[in-house]
Structures are given as C-alpha cells and as structure tokens.
C-alpha cells in the first residue's frame, strides 16, 4: 500500500518480462539507468542503441562500460542474455539498421528511454537541433506496435524562459513552426546561422535548452496520439548513493567545476550565493525515470488527448548556491579547497567584475606563454587556451548560477504518493530526502578519481 491508502504503482510488475529500448544508454544517466534496470527488475530483454566512436567496435564499446566499478554488482549475472546492442547511425533515416533489425524492434519493444543528446551548451544551432531533435525523430519513426511507455528525457531549462515553469509544453509558435526553421537554417552559411542565433533563442541562454524546447514540440505535434511522456531533470550531479556514493563518468557541469577548482585553472565564478540551485542526483533520475514509465501506461487514457510533463525538481530553501560551494569545498583535499577554492577563487553576481577578473585570468595565461616561451621555446599557447576554456565555462553557467526560478510539480508528486514503502526504498527519487550536505560533499571526490583514471581526450574545464 502506498502513503495515501492506494495500491502500489507496480513498478517491478510493469517491467517483468518487458522489453526495454534504450537510446544513450552508454552516456552519465544511460548507464545508471541501466545498471538499475539489470540490478533490480526482471525484464525479458534490454535493446541499446550503440554508434561505433573513436575506432571502437559496439561489442568492444558494451565490453568497456560493463567493466566498469559502476556494474560491480550485476557482472556476474547473465547481462550476455539480456542485453542486445545494435550499432547504429543516427545520421542516417533508417538509423543504418537492416530490415530485420527494425522488424524486430517494432514487433519487441514496449518501453523506451530516450536519453541520447549533444550537452556541448554553445553548439551551432543546426547542429544542436539535428543531434537533440532529428535523432529523436529517427528513432520513434520505427513503427513500434507494441508501446506501453516512451520517456523522453528533456531539461527543466528548456523552458528556463517563463519564471515559472509549469508541467506543459509550452508551444509558441518557432518562427512558423520547427520546419520552417530548419528550411531557413538549411539555406544560411554557419556564419550566418551563428550570427542569427541570438535573435532565435528568444530569452533561453544557450542553443542547447533551445533545443531541448524544439524536441519537446515535435514530440507533441508528431507522437502525442502514443503513449510519450517528457521526463525534465534539473542540473545532474553524481550519484547519492546507488550503487555507489559519488559516481560520476564525465567532466561535465559540476564535474567541470570541481576539476577547474582541483586543478587551479578556475578562478572566477558569477554566482548569486542567495539564489538556490535545482540539482537531482543521478541514481534518482533513473529511478524517477522508471516510476514515472508506469505513470505513463497507467494513466493512458487520462493523457490521450496530450503529452504529460514531468517536472523532477523540489523547491529546496535550505540549498542556496553559496551553501553548495561550501559543501562541495569540503570535499576538496585541503590545499585545493584552502588555496585554488577560497584564495584564489573569485565569486560575484557583478557583471564588471566578472569582466575585470576575466581580463586578469587572461593576462595570466598570456605571460604565462611569454615565459614558456622564453625559457622551452614553447609556441603553444597553452595557458591561455586553458583560461580561455575556463572563462567560457563561468559564462556558460553564469545564467544558471545567477537566476532561479519557481516550477510546478503535481505530476510527479502524484508518482511519488502511488509508490508503497518497499517501492521508495528500491526506487528511491524523493529529493526532499536527500542529506544534501552529504550528497554535494562526495561530488569532488569522485570527480578526482574519474580525472586520475579518465584518459586525457576526457579531462580539462
């Protein structure tokens, strides 16, 4: 029975003997979603849609990720048996998948999680649109006929425009629609279509949350008559504490602060420390994701007629920005924290002086060129690259650090009221649970493990 009286959502019910479709199962949430998926439900097979990258062959890309610590507790059960790869092309209308391949994922498949997309925030708009859009497109045009449940992961700040952010689509008309767009786009040069970016985000910071916001409309206006949901996570920062405290696989977000902190190449952060972040650790994303699948197939015929929005994020007045940097300082070694955190560290919400310490990163790295350059005959440049990099990154969040806003969530606090007490400790997503000084505190280490481990094609601000 759940907290309100009513019978449990059925989480485990509605995965046994399923067939689940994954798109960017090898990415930060896909493997956590996955590794729980194998750990803790009984489905008759898990489909992942693989691309070959940097020379590595599908099966070596699956042997790879399986090896990891992340799947220590589910190597040694059958996942040969239950996990089928597929390599595909997402460039490509038919994805480079035979005729067969797609008969089988029509004629099998009754869940998907969608999690696939390019993060680079200030990609060219074309580009950002065809990786977060047209992919998305491709898949769902596969013809599944058996779909009990799509989860469409998007952004809460794909619609970071509207101070509040209600669970909808919001669907202003995109310079005549999505399509027109693209007409528009596709006859512009990349200057061009760099130069008209501005005046096309309309309010939202980056081509990135953009578009989010467009993928969010097509699936809308193009699937909203089948079993979709869109799935908004706030910031994702490393894990809580399943399977393990402070898992992190990339240099991303926070991963991306931490390392600038760790490394002394960042030293100035806009920030307003009042302002209070939306932050969801990523065991709790893949398990919100799952509950939120049987929301989904339950409700079906009270979401017909629209897509239902899933806004996972909770108002936490107690976390503010300047109480997360404290946090995540502490779990700095003490040099890093004392020296390149609270020394060398600059934190302002004043444009100006933003600027000013921009100008003093650059000088920095400038004669530290000159130096290299006089003593090794060094020509590369490389510490004011490395500013340049570390300026970029304090600009890209500076809209996310210096804001914030107010969401509704009815949505997915009705999923939360369904689970049963056995439900909400094996799929724990509640966030008004999470010891968040405890959580923020275990980011940085396990950012410093990954960057000690992590090759150097993965590693910088």
């Known amino acids: 029975m759940s907290g309100n009286g009513q019978q449990s959502l059925g989480v485990l019910e509605f995965y046994h003997n399923s ?19 194998l750990r803790s439900l009984q489905p008759k097979k898990v489909y992942l849609l693989i691309r070959e990258k940097r020379g590595q062959t599908v099966d070596q890309r699956m042997d ?10 589910v190597r040694l059960t059958s996942l040969k048996e239950k996990l089928r790869p597929l390599e595909v092309d997402f460039t490509k209308d038919n994805l480079s998948l035979s005729d067969d391949q797609r008969e089988e994922l029509a004629n099998e498949v009754d869940v998907v999680f969608y999690l696939l997309a390019s993060v680079h925030f200030n990609q060219r708009l074309d580009r950002a649109l065809q990786i977060n859009l047209e992919y998305a497109r491709r898949v769902y045009s596969l013809s599944f006929q058996h779909l009990k449940a799509v989860v469409h992961v998007s952004t809460m700040y794909a619609n970071s425009d509207q101070r509040m952010i209600e669970e909808k689509i919001y669907g202003e008309e995109i310079f005549g ?51 979709f949901g869109i799935f908004r996570p706030p910031i994702i920062s490393s894990s809580y504490q399943d399977p393990v405290v402070g898992w992190t696989n990339n240099l991303n977000g926070f991963g991306a602060f931490v390392s600038g ?9 806009p920030i307003d420390v009042e302002k209070r972040p939306f932050i ?10 799952l509950c939120c699948a049987v929301d989904l197939h339950r409700r079906r015929d009270q979401y017909s007629s629209f897509v239902p929005v899933y806004n996972y994020a909770f108002d936490n007045p107690q976390l503010t920005w300047g109480r997360f940097f404290n946090f995540l300082m502490d779990g700095l070694p003490p040099v890093q924290r004392y020296v390149n955190g609270y020394l060398l560290m600059r934190k302002t919400k004043s444009p100006k002086a933003s600027q000013l310490c921009y100008s003093i990163r650059r ?4 004669v530290s060129d000159v130096f290299a350059r006089l003593l090794r005959g060094d020509q590369t440049k490389h510490c004011l690259k490395v500013a340049e990099q570390s300026i970029w990154y304090a600009e ?7 804001n914030d806003w107010q969401l509704q969530n009815d949505n997915f606090c009705r999923v939360l009221d369904a689970l049963d007490s056995t439900e909400r400790q094996t799929f724990g997503c509640d966030l008004r649970q999470v010891d968040w000084k405890a959580h923020v505190t275990s980011i940085a280490p396990g950012v410093i493990e990954f960057m ?8 910088g601000t």
Do not use: W
């Open 280 to 289: 969801a650790p990523v065991d709790y994303c893949a398990n919100a994701m």
């Open 64 to 73: 790879e990720l399986l090896s990891g610590r992340l799947f220590n507790k």
């Open 452 to 459: 000690e481990k992590a090759p150097d094609s993965k590693r």
């Open 396 to 402: 890209s969040m500076k809209f996310f650090s210096l």
């Open 177 to 227: 629609g999505y399509q027109n767009l693209k007409r528009i786009l596709d006859e512009l040069t990349p200057s061009d279509i760099k130069q008209i970016t501005p005046h096309i985000l309309r309010g939202l910071p980056n081509t990135y949350t953009f578009s989010k916001k467009c993928a969010e409309l097509m699936v809308q206006e193009e699937f909203g008559d089948l079993p």
């Open 19 to 37: 067939t689940i479709l994954i798109v960017g199962g090898t990415g930060f949430l896909g493997q956590i979603l996955l590794e729980k998926i």
């Open 363 to 366: 000088l920095e790295g400038l």
């Open 261 to 269: 902190i760790y490394t002394g190449e960042l030293r100035i952060l």
